[in-house]
């Protein structure tokens, strides 16, 4: 087998690497359809080179279907970066920039897991094409992240107010997600593999710690895994106590049988194309578009409820639904 062949269907792919500073990475254009390619850096070690690009592939693709379901004029991309002892971090980091600058504005960047303010900064010395600001992207995807669970206490016949939420992580994303949910009310159950970090925010907002080992299983509501993705498989969704997840990591529900058992056990499941897409919404809109990004928040609630309507009703996962849905603009574009 070739090299190309081991890719299969890939679309475009850019292997970029420079011997000095250590960097090898990767970078998907997923689909330019409806405009230049948003999508953050991901840093981190994979098993192999194959696995860096399998990754990057279907982050990329899900940063498509956020883009489409959220009515922006954007593709997906995804950049990962192999981290390895040799890693020059500050150097690597400016030749990635220099690299995303050649593409001339076809690929906008930002941060995601692994990828801090130290590593965006040297990425951005060299091109503009990239968010450094964490800040107010984090608070975007809260504000969509509380869109869409106020779609699934809807779908209840609930209110925000009073809602047990459980939240897996206590990172930039789950801490802006935590402090958005304590203002309309919601009673929080946090955690973080940094016990501090986690017990801080309870602190501040009125919440309480919950051992990351038993997060997934918190007696609550709605549960929100804020932290990596592939948390939930067959097994942790037969164990949830929760009735909605609502996702703020990529890719949480692990494969379709656990999707399938979330169907069974009639657990509303906002997809993270959905759930997730505020960052994307924030960025696009400033960057690319020149636009306000109220109308496509208020379309991603739509769309959530849509989403959750239609997966009780047909029986079908929320997934495969919110893909169609993704798919159908694409194909129109």
Known sequence: MDLFSRFGDAPRLCFWQDATSGLRAVLCLDDLRLGPAAGGIRTRTYPSDLDAVRDARRLARAMTYKCALAGLRAGGAKTVV??????????????LGQRIEELGGLYLAAGDLGTGPTELAAVAAHTSHVRTDEGPLA???ARGLVRCVRACAEQRGAELEGLRVAIQGSGAIGAAAARALAAEGARLQLTDLHVGRARELAEELGGTVVDPAAILQAECDVLMPC?????????????????????????????????ATLVRREVLHVPDVIASAGAVIEGVTSAIMG??????????????REVLERSLAERRPADAIARELAEARLAAA
Do not use: C, Y
């Open 82 to 95: 192999l981290d390895h002892p040799g890693l020059k971090r500050e150097a690597a980091f400016a030749v």
């Open 139 to 141: 608070e975007a995807v």
């Open 227 to 259: 932290a990596v993705g592939d948390v939930l498989g067959e097994a942790e969704v037969r164990a949830l106590h929760a009735w909605a997840v609502v996702p703020g990591a990529n890719n949480a529900v692990r494969d379709e049988a656990a999707a």
């Open 291 to 304: 636009s306000p990004a109220a109308p496509h928040f208020d379309r991603l609630e739509a769309t959530a």
